[in-house]
């Protein structure tokens, strides 16, 4: 049973991709305590639906890199719902096989191209045109503080792909603020996910590079992640489009961290 916090979303459907684990789960999470009606789009079913009996909502399985899936996932939610009214775009991957660029092959760079922004081109193609129809609607797109930084221990087609979405973001939220439509790229820190969780846990020393280099001394936890897209979701973020909305705990604005 999800704990109401408010009804900022009451009513309003809300599309999250990868929404069975992570980010997407902890969304899922707080949307339905908001009020909202919650489609979790996973290519998992057997997590995805749980995740979707959790909240109340429904469950589509989605593989975000078909187009057609995709343009269905939207029409079921309005055909169920009777709108599309919020879509977070958070589906991701970050393999093993994209490193550097000397090192990394063309089909890594394809693949997590594919997953990572060809799929928040797709959503943001077929969610837009509900959202016009209503002249309303916010889209949050998952970037990342690397949109905006670099590493030196590179992963290249994350990055990549990271960048494309935050400025199709800003593209997208300059395009269509006149129609009542707000689209914002979040772009989260290091977080506490099982996707960093396999990144890092069997390395401490790099988990250990990266995380002096954030101010706050710790990792996000998803939570505080699902907070800021259901605030960028939300009417509260009424005067904001087009933005960087970077939820990092300050690694993009350190020079030198404290000690």
Same mark, same amino acid.
């Given at each position: 049973?999800?704990?109401?916090?408010?009804?900022?979303?009451?009513?309003?459907?809300?599309?999250?991709?990868?929404?069975?684990?992570?980010?997407?789960?902890?969304?899922?999470?707080?949307?339905?305590?908001?009020?909202?009606?919650?489609?979790?789009?996973?290519?998992?079913?057997?997590?995805?639906?749980?995740?979707?009996?959790?909240?109340?909502?429904?469950?589509?399985?989605?593989?975000?890199?078909?187009?057609?899936?995709?343009?269905?996932?939207?029409?079921?939610?309005?055909?169920?719902?009777?709108?599309?009214?919020?879509?977070?775009?958070?589906?991701?991957?970050?393999?093993?096989?994209?490193?550097?660029?000397?090192?990394?092959?063309?089909?890594?760079? @394809?693949?997590?191209?594919?997953?990572?922004?060809?799929?928040?081109?797709?959503? +943001?193609?077929?969610?837009?045109?509900?959202?016009?129809?209503?002249?309303?609607?916010?889209?949050?797109?998952?970037?990342?503080?690397?949109?905006?930084?670099?590493?030196?221990?590179?992963?290249?087609?994350?990055?990549?792909?990271?960048?494309?979405?935050?400025?199709?973001?800003?593209?997208?939220?300059?395009?269509?603020?006149?129609?009542?439509? @707000?689209?914002?790229?979040? +772009?989260?820190?290091?977080?506490?996910?099982?996707?960093?969780?396999?990144?890092?846990?069997?390395?401490?020393?790099?988990?250990?590079?990266?995380?002096?280099?954030?101010?706050?001394?710790?990792?996000?936890?998803?939570?505080?992640?699902?907070?800021?897209?259901?605030?960028?979701?939300?009417?509260?973020?009424?005067?904001?489009?087009?933005?960087?909305?970077?939820?990092?705990?300050?690694?993009?604005?350190?020079?030198?961290?404290?000690?």
């Amino acid at each position: 049973m999800i704990e109401v916090i408010s009804n900022r979303l009451k009513g309003r459907s809300a599309v999250i991709t990868g929404g069975a684990s992570g980010i997407g789960l902890a969304t899922a999470r707080r949307f339905a305590a908001e009020g909202a009606h919650v489609v979790i789009a996973d290519l998992d079913p057997t997590a995805g639906q749980r995740a979707a009996d959790e909240v109340g909502g429904l469950y589509v399985k989605v593989d975000v890199t078909s187009e057609e899936e995709v343009k269905n996932l939207y029409a079921i939610t309005n055909e169920t719902y009777g709108s599309v009214d919020i879509s977070f775009n958070n589906a991701g991957i970050s393999p093993a096989d994209d490193a550097s660029i000397i090192d990394t092959g063309i089909d890594a760079w @394809r693949r997590v191209q594919e997953v990572n922004l060809t799929s928040v081109f797709y959503c +943001c193609k077929y969610a837009l045109p509900y959202m016009q129809a209503q002249g309303k609607g916010s889209i949050i797109n998952t970037a990342s503080f690397v949109a905006v930084m670099g590493a030196a221990t590179s992963q290249i087609s994350y990055s990549a792909s990271k960048g494309g979405v935050l400025a199709m973001s800003r593209e997208l939220g300059v395009e269509f603020a006149r129609q009542g439509i @707000r689209i914002n790229a979040l +772009c989260p820190g290091p977080v506490n996910t099982p996707l960093l969780k396999e990144l890092f846990a069997k390395d401490p020393e790099k988990a250990a590079r990266r995380l002096v280099h954030v101010p706050l001394g710790r990792f996000a936890e998803p939570e505080e992640l699902a907070a800021a897209v259901a605030f960028l979701a939300s009417d509260d973020s009424s005067f904001i489009t087009a933005s960087t909305f970077l939820v990092d705990g300050g690694i993009s604005g350190a020079y030198v961290t404290p000690e």
